[in-house]
């Protein structure tokens, strides 16, 4: 199947158009949630039970570096990219052990400073990002991800299947981008796979 019934237009972008607004009161958001004490890394957790202390960890679509910061005082190597400028700049302000930049997901092209494709053994991209893409970013945005996952690297997804990306869309976007559906699950804690939400990891087929 193709993701060709996805929205003509990244949400994100969309929002900030309609709302310029939008990005500043959603990182005063989780500035105000974590402040106040409550739990903003289950994801981030994760992540780190999986990763070697001081693996490479992308944060894709890691908003103002909630997650990507946590890990990053874990004691891994992160970056971070996001699409939006001005959560990036708070990334960078409220996080600055990580590395953050500015890109779009379908066009992610990192590098060393030797000039060579930055690889990553573990990328997260949570926080429903991969149902903000547009239709047409959707498979370029996988593909790029798994050009710069390391040969054993793990993807880490998760998104609400309400949110118009069907799984098996997804899992055919993967296949098409050179992934491979690993596990399924419904929540960052791991239950059972269900039809609410979506937590996969997924490895190079």
């Given at each position: 199947m193709s993701t060709t019934d996805g929205p003509a237009?990244?949400?994100w972008t969309a929002a900030l158009r309609r709302d310029p607004e939008h990005a500043h009161r959603y990182a005063e958001r989780w500035r105000r949630l974590e402040a106040s004490g409550q739990d903003i890394h289950g994801e981030a957790r994760l992540l780190d039970a999986m990763a070697a202390r001081g693996a490479r960890i992308l944060d894709a679509g890691c908003g103002s570096g909630r997650l990507g910061g946590h890990l990053a005082r874990a004691g891994h190597d992160v970056t971070g990219?996001?699409?939006d400028p001005h959560l990036i700049d708070v990334a960078r302000a409220d996080h600055p052990g990580a590395r953050w930049e500015v890109g779009n997901l379908a066009a992610l092209?990192?590098?060393?400073e030797d000039g060579t494709r930055?690889?990553?053994?573990l990328q997260l991209c949570a926080g429903n990002v991969l149902a903000f893409l547009a239709g047409a970013e959707r498979r370029p945005a996988l593909a790029r991800l798994a050009e710069h996952l390391a040969e054993d690297g793990r993807l880490v997804?998760?998104?609400g299947l309400d949110r118009g990306y069907a799984a098996d869309d997804f899992a055919a976007d993967a296949a098409a981008a050179?992934?491979?559906l690993e596990q399924r699950f419904s929540t960052w804690d791991l239950r059972p796979a269900d039809d609410r939400f979506l937590v996969g990891?997924?490895?190079r087929a």
């Open positions: 237009e990244n949400l990219v996001d699409l092209d990192l590098q060393e930055s690889r990553f053994d997804v998760g998104f050179g992934l491979r990891i997924l490895g």
